[in-house]
């Protein structure tokens, strides 16, 4: 750690020359409860640390006419807590309430659970489920957008390339009849990370329903969508033979590994089980 | 919660400071942040130690290459095996009296053969952490792997690995024979059979072995430790071929032991390092290297058969434990005698057969921990009992009432148990506290009910001839000192001295000045484990105490002109007894509210208001004080309590006496359970103890609660995952213990028979609070979905496996 740089930019015009001039060494460092544990563990030594913590423009919760949008730096604290956030996607607040503990949340941002790209990241599920896109500036200036769904691409690997930082997360107002369910499972009622984690968004038509986004953590080497069973339900009246049928489809969708939280038996049978719950909370 | 205290008549009027829920001296500096613990002190020109540690859980040690971290800039030291003038010493257990038997090999840095992953290899001195750090890295260690054993029925077979270098990895075993257990079982009518497993855990303290020494003026090897044992200031000499007086330990206050500092931590390397460089050197170690490298609790095997006859009286139970002790003996054979002497629990059975093993592997050796072999065997036990229960339709209060034992009844080493013994009244206040039962809110949801009893022995074996003392003063101003050399490890053990001294000599709590923790200052009081704190410590203070107290009355006796017998000593004065008003009865006192808690920062003012009218019946104490010193009559004295001894039982049939008192306690668990998901919700815990007498009802409180969670962590979570002596759990990300928002409500009631042999009639409830958690957790899961969890943690996925969803 001793040969590490650090440099703390204090706008976002810095931050870009920054990452632009040095983008094959820099990393990016928002509240490090990922970056420093991984440092002193051995398993990241970066040359140079850019921290995002003074960059005002990073850190906000917007809300416009159809969209809402996040800046990366905000902490999932201020996410638990924000009163846009509970009433346009309380599947958010309610995974931000419930990830690590109240220090953790104080530091921990939600561009940072994004780019470390872990299987659990807890805001993860109801973002994907949420449909949201992540906004993305690369070196020279330039922006680009991704939608979630394609950003995370393997075991801890996303589309980020090199000296390239997330600068918000937008997603879209859902509208009265779209109503979601979040389930996250842990060995404990609090600081714990996830065996299995579901989110659900649903949007009904009468006992139609038109539109399903299922988001399944800690089953796959990333946070997935499970489009099969999403497919599964659009469209069609929800039935106890249909959820059956689509506790079924995730078992097989879903490839969990056994560990020391658990095994794969025991995530893939829990995952059947909250994916049943949300989709019954939702609708209740 | 506020602690119920059961038997309100025996909150005995006549004590001002015992018996009061005060706040303890230590508790602002705790609240504010200024207590200083072990890793919080610094000396200039201090040096920061690190250790090597093995990478392999069984290797042959080749060679140690140290060359390349000496080189570097910054270290100024390091050290093998070969630097130790005596690397291999034997435990016994580190305190006043060298007891023989099954002592266990100490070795300091490791040669020859690698016992366990995280074994000491090599120390580093360093000017900075970081610097020792990599100086740790750049050691070079030559390795011959070898295959190793991590299963103790393994590693028990003949032709097993061997893990050290004896003739066998069976470190020692144990019987208890009663009756006839054929007969006993012919007699049954129904009999249960199962085996139970529990893992090993960790205590998890807050705060991690950690240490600072120096050299003194003198030449005395001073070492500020966290620790549980000042007395190892004997065993650190030993290893360095010193004088033991040239070896001092202080411990400051503790950040939680559990058992875990009962055994040498950082202290051996810290005077080896000091010893060589002449510096300074602070060791704390990392979370990784606690979990990895320092004393577990014993995971165990239990089979049980337990028969009962119809109407539900237990005549047999044939139990077999095997205890996984891991690569180094240490406290492994005691732990296991407990266990053996244990095994059955508060219950009365005529045919008793026991065996009991303790075996080496190669997984992170196994210590004292909390219960101390109490935990392991009451699981099994009080699953047992609810299983037969089960199966005669009788309920668990019913079936543990036809078998609780009674006072005066003999337990089935043979011993009697002649104090108060008050389980049966613990279980049915449980009962009743625990009130309605819960409503199931959804269909998933089933609730259930557990309760579990256990008998747990405070204070150590009688063989061991333990000793305590202390020293208790009076200063001319009639402030008081003690000094006693316990070790706080955070239950108040010095607070309870303060407050003895202050009962005895009649001043507030406030004037009470206790000095503890340092070897070559404060009168060794031996360890502060085995529940034995508060018996013997505060058995020696009691006894100084009550010898300067005899002394000051024969003084005011002859200015008041009368005889000792006469006096009462009390806030700061000494009077004729029935003389004040308030004890006349003109002003009523009632214990709980004549007691003003005024608070300031730093020290709780006790004062009790009094009025007093006649002057020649009254002299205050201050007075009695100057004129004892001015005819020389000493006000202070150094006691030595001296607990009842019995010489060692008989090994063939575990006949006899080991411990000199029980503490008798049952807990009963409400949860609520997913059937789904498996998830289990603690609803409510309910801790009943008979304590004797509570000296601080505060502090027992926070033992009794303390206890409850230390258990349900147990039952629910805790466990150190081990794959071929790797430790897959080796930070708190991975070993779970419960959080704040995992603690459900806590209810104590304490029982004060005043039957115990502590000061004032006390029993020990540190250990006792934690060893029926578990089962009552368990039992509770069982009634909840009718099928029984055999193995601890009780995690969601064994539920949902033991219902045949998985
Ligand atoms: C005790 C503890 C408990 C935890 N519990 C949970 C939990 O329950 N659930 C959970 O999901 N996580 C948990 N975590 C993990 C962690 O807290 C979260 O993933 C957190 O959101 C990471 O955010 P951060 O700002 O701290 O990231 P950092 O550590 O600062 O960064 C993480 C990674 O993201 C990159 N990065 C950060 N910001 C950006 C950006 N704007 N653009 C591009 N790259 C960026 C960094 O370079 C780094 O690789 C826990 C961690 C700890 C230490």
Redesign the interface.
Known sequence: ??NTEYLRPSNLKELGQIMAGHKNRATVIAGGTNLIPQMRNGGKSPELIVDIGDIQDFSFIMEDDGFISIGAATTIAEIASSDIVSTFSPILASSARELG?PLIRNRATIGGNLANASPCADTALPLLALDAVIRILSPGDKTRNVVLNNFFHGYRFTDLGKGEIITRIIFPKPDDETTGSQIK?G???????SVASIAVMLTMEGKICRKARIAAGSVAPIPMRVSRVEQLLENQEISATLLEQCKAIMKKEISPISD????A??RS??TA??LE?NIQRALS | MIAKRADTESVKAEYRVIGKPLPRHDAWGKVYGETKYSNDYKLPNMLYGKVLRSRYAAARLLSIDTRDAEKLPGVVSVMTAKDVQNNETVTRFGQTHAVGGFEGLYRVLADKKIRFKGEAVALVAAERR?IAEKAIDLIKVEYEPLEGVFDPVAAMQPGAYQVGEDKSNVICSYKVRKGNIEEGFAHADVIVENTYRVPMVDHAYLEPESGMAWLDDDGVITIRAATQVIEHFRGVADVLGLPHNKVRVIAPMVGGGFGGKEDITVETYLALLVWKTGRPVSLTYTREESIIAHGKRHPYIMRYKTGATKDGKLVAMEAELISDAGGYVYLSPWVLLYSTVQATGPYDIAHVRVDTHTVLTNNTFCSANRGFGGPQPCFAYESQLDELAKQLNLSPLEIRKRNYLHTGDAMATGRVLEHRVETEQTAEKVLEALGPPSKPKSPPEKIGRGVASSMTSYGRMMFLHDTSRSFVSLDLDGSVTVRCGVQDIGGGQASSLAQIAAEILGVPLSDVNVYIGDSALTPLAGTTTATRQLYMSGNATLKAARVVRDNLLKKAAEILNTSPENLDLKDREIFIQNHRKDTLGLKKTDPECNVNYGGTRKAVVAVETCVDDDSDRVVALEDVVKACAAEGMPLFNVAQFNAPTRELIDFKTGQGKVFADFTFGTQAIEVSVDE????VTVLKIVSCYDVGQAINPLSAEGQLEGGALYGLGYG??ENV?MEKGIT??PTL??Y?I?????APDVETIMIESGGGVGPFGAKGIGEPSCVPTAPALANAVSDALGVRIYELPI???KI?KALG??
């Open positions: 750690m001793d503990n499972i060995l404990r009622n609090a600081a714990a990370i020391i939280r658990g095994s038996e025991y049978y829990v089980v909250i719950r | 970081d789904e998901t498996g998830k629910m979570m995952i897959l759990s990300a991975e779970l419960p959080t704040a928002v995992d995690t969601p996925e949902l969803k998985i």
